[in-house]
């Protein structure tokens, strides 16, 4: 029986693979001489320590494996441990290229900003990891970035990594006290910045708040600034990047090899609930995931070029970077994605001859809603994988893409989180792509869904659990000396299973569909209604920019609220409201319709763009929230503040 998402006309796929063979994916089945991706997916999560240890092999991991067995106590999900006899240094292995092939290309709002070539990386890279040493950095300590991306930040990244520190950034937007609150609970010895950053066509200096920063972080030692802006002096009491790179002669660079689970990133988690949690992954475990997500689930070959539109302060961007270990060509850009012109991003895509464009679903929508159409100007022939992520990708998006991007490439929804530094489900170049559908889960990934008695299911809405351990899981939150915070975090609603905090659902196609956060998942009289279910319909309506829905509490049950941002010049007016319980109604459940919907002038949302369900539901409340500053508009919440059609 089709889930109830689907009718029996939504039968033909939008995408279909063409050219199997020659994918990284196909080549490694026939290696394991299997005949299907579903006979490799089963080997994987069955036999998952020797998955591992193959997939290793194929990528070419440069370090020491070790001998079997490759994982310890493999039946506890929290507490078994990869490769415990390996060592590695994760730099090294984002480095092992070191010809003339681009490495980086980077772009601002202005254009095009420069090109490094991969011996260019390795070389420049070698000097800054001497000035660390020289500096007393070692295994260990913690080195930071409060910078924009740009080469410098990958060049920052992977000095630390080579050395054996421990690299965290956040991106230059964020205010002094959301990079105290980050960078204060790790006790950094150096901090990298920039002179500024440029986003929608005007200039910020970054400067003027390292004052304060270092004044409430007292472990900072030293400050490397990177001149980017070029529009303020840099004061002579911090290091001149420019200055490493002309005064020293290093050309090789000394790796420190480390066991497979030494930290590698220090993450942060972006809810409103309190100060973020630090979110520590390991080396090892980030490569090899990373490894086998690009190379077997995005087919990211040596001669590629991987785009991800992201910052410093999104887990997407240590995902891009980790690309450099396939050795393909990195496409970065800093700045607002829509300025100077809502399409630039594809003016990229084609000067740079992109495969691989990666960016948010909001983004997409975006685009959807202005009516722009990139394929009627842009030549985007070697383009074959469009990822999107940060909040699930509507129906209505996915025919946007065939329909005004490109008809023939693979359009890959994928989701997973800064929890694991990676996907719990993702693209498949062998796999067709079906509307509103994600194309499956993540090879060595064991992913179920649970029902509200803790049983799996298929076709069934339900919470995402992984019920195998995997290698890109935290090694443990800092300052948590007995573990009680990260166990809480995601093992203490199931007895040995990861628990993530996502309601979806696992498709006859074997896909899945993401509904949205379980934490902001919605239960009028009980009955439990993803926030995505109500976004799908209501952002069809051509006069709604943007929705977001909540539960308040009333009556002793919970009722649904609507709050709709619509076009500029657009009210809402009584057949607009009708419209909107309408779409909601026929499309899905008398349940979902909301009991009042409002008009806002802005949606509350994240610095990495997914917006906050949960700051609103306490907002309207008059609950706290104790971490304004993990939002890009915290202001936008005075508007939910004593609305009187909520006390009616």
Same mark, same amino acid.
């Given at each position: 029986?089709?889930?109830?998402?689907?009718? *029996?006309?939504?039968?033909?796929?939008?995408?279909?693979?063409?050219?199997? +063979? *020659?994918?990284?994916?196909?080549?490694?089945?026939?290696?394991?001489?299997?005949?299907?991706? +579903?006979?490799?997916?089963?080997?994987?999560?069955?036999?998952?320590?020797?998955?591992?240890?193959?997939?290793?092999?194929?990528?070419?991991?440069?370090?020491?494996?070790?001998?079997?067995?490759?994982?310890?106590?493999?039946?506890?999900?929290?507490?078994?441990?990869?490769?415990?006899?390996?060592?590695?240094?994760?730099?090294?292995?984002?480095?092992?290229?070191?010809?003339?092939?681009?490495?980086?290309?980077?772009?601002?709002?202005?254009?095009?900003?420069?090109?490094?070539?991969?011996?260019?990386?390795?070389?420049?890279?070698?000097?800054?990891?001497?000035?660390?040493?020289?500096?007393?950095?070692?295994?260990?300590?913690?080195?930071?970035?409060?910078?924009?991306?740009?080469?410098? !930040?990958?060049?920052?990244?992977?000095?630390?990594?080579?050395?054996?520190?421990?690299?965290?950034?956040?991106?230059?937007?964020?205010? /002094?006290?959301?990079?105290?609150?980050?960078?204060?609970?790790?006790?950094? #010895?150096?901090?990298?910045?920039?002179?500024?950053?440029?986003?929608?066509?005007?200039?910020?200096?970054?400067?003027?708040?390292?004052?304060?920063?270092?004044?409430?972080?007292?472990?900072?030692?030293?400050?490397?600034?990177?001149?980017?802006?070029?529009?303020?002096?840099?004061?002579?009491?911090?290091?001149?990047?420019? /200055?490493? #790179?002309?005064?020293?002669?290093?050309?090789?660079?000394?790796?420190?090899?480390?066991?497979?689970?030494?930290?590698?990133?220090?993450?942060?988690?972006?809810?409103?609930?309190?100060?973020?949690?630090?979110?520590?992954?390991?080396?090892?475990? /980030?490569?090899?995931?990373?490894?086998?997500?690009?190379?077997?689930?995005?087919?990211?070959?040596?001669?590629?070029?991987?785009?991800?539109?992201?910052?410093?302060?999104?887990?997407?961007?240590?995902?891009?970077?980790?690309?450099?270990?396939?050795?393909?060509?990195?496409?970065?850009?800093?700045?607002?994605?829509?300025?100077?012109?809502?399409?630039?991003?594809?003016?990229?895509?084609?000067?740079?001859?992109?495969?691989?464009?990666?960016?948010?679903?909001?983004?997409?929508?975006?685009?959807?809603?202005?009516?722009? #159409?990139?394929?009627?100007?842009?030549?985007?022939?070697?383009?074959?994988?469009?990822?999107? !992520?940060?909040?699930?990708?509507?129906? +209505?998006?996915?025919?946007?893409?065939?329909?005004?991007?490109?008809?023939?490439?693979?359009?890959?929804?994928?989701?997973?989180?800064?929890?694991?530094?990676?996907?719990?489900?993702?693209?498949?170049?062998?796999?067709?792509?079906?509307?509103?559908?994600?194309?499956?889960?993540?090879?060595?990934?064991?992913? +179920?869904?649970?029902?509200?008695?803790?049983?799996?299911?298929?076709?069934?809405?339900?919470?995402?659990?992984?019920?195998?351990?995997?290698?890109?899981?935290?090694?443990?939150?800092?300052?948590?000396?007995?573990?009680?915070?990260?166990?809480?975090?995601?093992?203490?609603?199931?007895?040995?299973?990861?628990?993530?905090?996502?309601?979806?659902?696992?498709?006859?196609?074997?896909?899945?569909?993401?509904?949205?956060?379980?934490?902001?998942?919605?239960?009028?009289?009980?009955?439990?209604?993803?926030?995505?279910?109500?976004?799908?319909?209501?952002?069809?309506?051509?006069?709604?920019?943007?929705?977001?829905?909540?539960?308040?509490?009333? #009556?002793?049950?919970?009722?649904?609220?609507?709050?709709?941002?619509?076009?500029?010049?657009?009210?809402?007016?009584?057949?607009?409201?009708?419209?909107?319980? /309408?779409?909601?109604?026929?499309?899905?459940?008398?349940?979902?319709?909301?009991?009042?919907?409002?008009?806002?002038?802005?949606?509350?949302?994240?610095?990495?763009?997914?917006?906050?369900?949960?700051?609103?539901?306490?907002?309207?409340?008059?609950?706290?929230?104790?971490?304004?500053?993990?939002?890009?508009?915290?202001?936008?919440?005075?508007?939910?503040?004593?609305?009187?059609?909520?006390?009616?």
């Amino acid at each position: 029986m089709l889930p109830s998402h689907q009718s *029996s006309a939504q039968n033909t796929p939008l995408w279909s693979p063409s050219d199997c +063979e *020659s994918t990284l994916l196909q080549k490694f089945i026939a290696h394991q001489n299997y005949q299907t991706y +579903e006979e490799l997916y089963d080997f994987s999560i069955t036999q998952f320590d020797e998955f591992w240890s193959q997939l290793w092999d194929f990528c070419q991991i440069i370090g020491i494996k070790g001998e079997a067995p490759f994982i310890e106590n493999k039946e506890k999900v929290k507490e078994a441990v990869f490769f415990p006899k390996a060592s590695l240094n994760y730099a090294e292995n984002l480095l092992k290229r070191r010809d003339d092939h681009s490495s980086i290309i980077s772009y601002s709002e202005h254009g095009h900003l420069q090109t490094l070539s991969y011996a260019d990386l390795y070389t420049i890279t070698a000097k800054l990891a001497a000035e660390l040493k020289d500096l007393g950095v070692k295994p260990g300590d913690r080195i930071t970035g409060y910078l924009p991306n740009i080469p410098e !930040t990958i060049i920052a990244m992977l000095a630390t990594a080579s050395i054996g520190a421990v690299w965290s950034s956040c991106s230059p937007d964020f205010g /002094t006290q959301g990079v105290i609150d980050r960078f204060g609970q790790i006790s950094p #010895k150096v901090l990298f910045i920039t002179d500024g950053y440029f986003y929608n066509g005007k200039t910020f200096n970054s400067l003027e708040k390292i004052p304060e920063i270092c004044a409430a972080i007292p472990s900072i030692e030293t400050i490397i600034a990177i001149p980017f802006t070029k529009e303020t002096e840099i004061p002579n009491l911090y290091l001149n990047f420019d /200055t490493i #790179k002309a005064k020293r002669s290093e050309t090789k660079i000394i790796f420190q090899k480390l066991p497979f689970n030494h930290p590698l990133f220090i993450m942060y988690s972006s809810g409103t609930t309190g100060v973020p949690k630090c979110i520590v992954h390991g080396a090892g475990g /980030t490569l090899l995931q990373h490894l086998k997500e690009h190379q077997l689930h995005c087919d990211l070959q040596p001669d590629d070029r991987l785009f991800y539109f992201t910052t410093c302060g999104w887990m997407m961007w240590n995902w891009l970077v980790s690309g450099l270990a396939s050795g393909a060509t990195l496409v970065l850009f800093d700045g607002n994605p829509v300025f100077p012109s809502a399409d630039s991003l594809f003016k990229i895509a084609q000067e740079t001859q992109l495969t691989h464009f990666g960016t948010s679903a909001k983004y997409l929508d975006n685009l959807s809603k202005l009516a722009i #159409k990139p394929n009627d100007r842009y030549t985007l022939d070697n383009l074959k994988m469009i990822l999107s !992520t940060g909040s699930p990708l509507l129906p +209505e998006i996915f025919d946007y893409v065939y329909t005004s991007i490109k008809s023939e490439v693979c359009l890959a929804s994928i989701s997973g989180g800064t929890d694991i530094v990676s996907c719990f489900a993702l693209g498949n170049p062998l796999r067709p792509v079906w509307r509103g559908e994600l194309q499956g889960r993540g090879l060595g990934m064991k992913v +179920e869904v649970y029902n509200e008695d803790g049983q799996s299911v298929l076709g069934e809405k339900g919470e995402l659990v992984c019920t195998a351990p995997f290698p890109s899981r935290p090694i443990g939150f800092w300052n948590d000396p007995d573990g009680q915070k990260y166990h809480n975090a995601y093992y203490s609603v199931y007895n040995n299973v990861w628990h993530h905090g996502d309601f979806v659902e696992i498709t006859n196609n074997d896909g899945l569909i993401i509904y949205g956060r379980s934490d902001s998942v919605l239960n009028p009289g009980g009955v439990r209604i993803g926030t995505a279910e109500i976004y799908r319909q209501v952002e069809q309506i051509p006069d709604v920019l943007e929705s977001l829905a909540v539960g308040q509490n009333w #009556k002793g049950d919970v009722r649904v609220i609507l709050f709709v941002k619509l076009k500029t010049d657009i009210k809402l007016t009584d057949d607009l409201i009708t419209t909107i319980k /309408t779409q909601i109604k026929i499309n899905t459940t008398p349940r979902h319709v909301p009991a009042k919907i409002i008009q806002v002038t802005d949606i509350p949302r994240t610095k990495n763009g997914k917006i906050v369900e949960i700051a609103v539901r306490k907002t309207i409340h008059n609950e706290p929230i104790k971490n304004v500053e993990s939002l890009a508009n915290p202001e936008s919440l005075k508007e939910y503040q004593n609305i009187p059609e909520l006390q009616t």
